[in-house]
């Protein structure tokens, strides 16, 4: 069976191999951010979709370049999110149970 939680959990590993003192300063908040959002996110796609529009606009509106980096560190934390919510969706539709 397709376990969300399971892959959420194997990306978060993954992502805190690269917080490491010998590593650029901004790939390691990146990866910060990424564990941060992926903990906190909801788990419906519905609502990472509404969070990601409201990442989005965030983005368009903002002037300073130094904020950027950060809210796309979410935004794709959220999008790959999105995506193994709608796997999992997927595999439970193909196989009845939803």
């Given at each position: 069976?397709?376990?969300?939680?399971?892959?959420?959990s194997?990306?978060?590993?993954?992502?805190?191999?690269?917080?490491?003192?010998?590593?650029?300063?901004?790939?390691?908040?990146?990866?910060?951010?990424?564990?941060?959002?992926?903990?906190?996110?909801?788990?419906?796609?519905?609502?990472?979709?509404?969070?990601?529009?409201?990442?989005?606009?965030?983005?368009?509106?903002?002037?300073?370049?130094?904020?950027?980096?950060?809210?796309?560190?979410?935004?794709?934390?959220?999008?790959?999110?999105?995506?193994?919510v709608?796997?999992?969706?997927?595999?439970?539709?193909?196989?009845?149970?939803?």
């Amino acid at each position: 069976m397709y376990d969300v939680e399971k892959v959420i959990s194997a990306r978060i590993e993954r992502s805190r191999k690269y917080i490491d003192p010998k590593i650029s300063p901004a790939l390691v908040r990146m990866h910060e951010i990424e564990i941060k959002m992926l903990q906190t996110a909801p788990r419906h796609e519905a609502q990472i979709q509404r969070a990601i529009q409201r990442l989005n606009v965030r983005l368009m509106r903002l002037d300073e370049t130094i904020m950027l980096q950060p809210l796309y560190a979410e935004r794709d934390a959220l999008e790959w999110l999105l995506q193994v919510v709608r796997l999992k969706d997927t595999h439970l539709t193909e196989r009845g149970i939803v």
